[in-house]
């Protein structure tokens, strides 16, 4: 049987990386929001800070991993203890994934820099990293609660980022069609949404391990999420390669 010290030890252990993942997951937020900034405003000088920031959470991330090899050398977790600890690295997988992302975007600021940026684009692209944003910031909320209800939330509300990716992913071809001059910047804000539209899939993954976390199943079929098939084709022509 472990100590009264042993277990006050294995305490703050968990506790040190439930913190870290509020750490890691505020700064894959700021990434993405000031990466999108960067690229509405057409900020070089931002968009080279989230550039290097992203090398932070990148740092966050390693750490995070050393230490949960530590906590499985010395505690040797079992059970739903050794599940949390692997769902935490899971997660922080995410939001290290989220950051690249981020990045992504950035670095897409510094070749379009000459470029002109219609408002109507930008808005729209705006407006699905808000929306995006919002699902990493519930479901941070819905890890550090363990609160199944939020999470399965913040799986159905994935939808709403598909469906405003697909807005924008349409308006995009529309300015290619009507001026071929707009294929280079339309190519570029494809990519861009669809980074950000991903941000949404690595917030319903987090949803997905929370709630096997806390309930030991995966999501019902009811809450398998069919997607927007029609435009499934043209979709893939503007997948990055991972």
Known sequence: MMSEHTVSAYDQDLNWLRSKIAEMGGMAEQIIEQAVVALCNNDQ??????????????????????????????????????????????????????????????????????????KSLLSGIDNLSKLALKQVSAVLDAFATQ?????????????KVNDLYTSVFRENLTYMMEDPRNITLCTHMLFCAKNIERIGDHATNIAENIHYLKTGELFDEDFIKTGDSGNNVLREIVEENE
């Open 45 to 118: 000088a931002l968009a080279k800070s989230v550039i290097a920031d992203d090398k932070a959470l990148d740092a966050a991330q390693h750490e995070l991993n050393e230490r949960v090899v530590l906590i499985i050398a010395k505690r040797q977790p079992v059970a739903m203890d050794l599940y949390m600890i692997m769902s935490v690295m899971r997660i922080s997988a995410d939001l290290e994934r989220i950051g690249d992302l981020g990045k992504s975007i950035a670095r897409r600021v510094l070749v379009i820099n000459d470029l002109f940026h219609p």
């Open 147 to 159: 609160d199944v209800n939020k999470a399965k939330k913040v799986f159905l509300d994935d939808e």
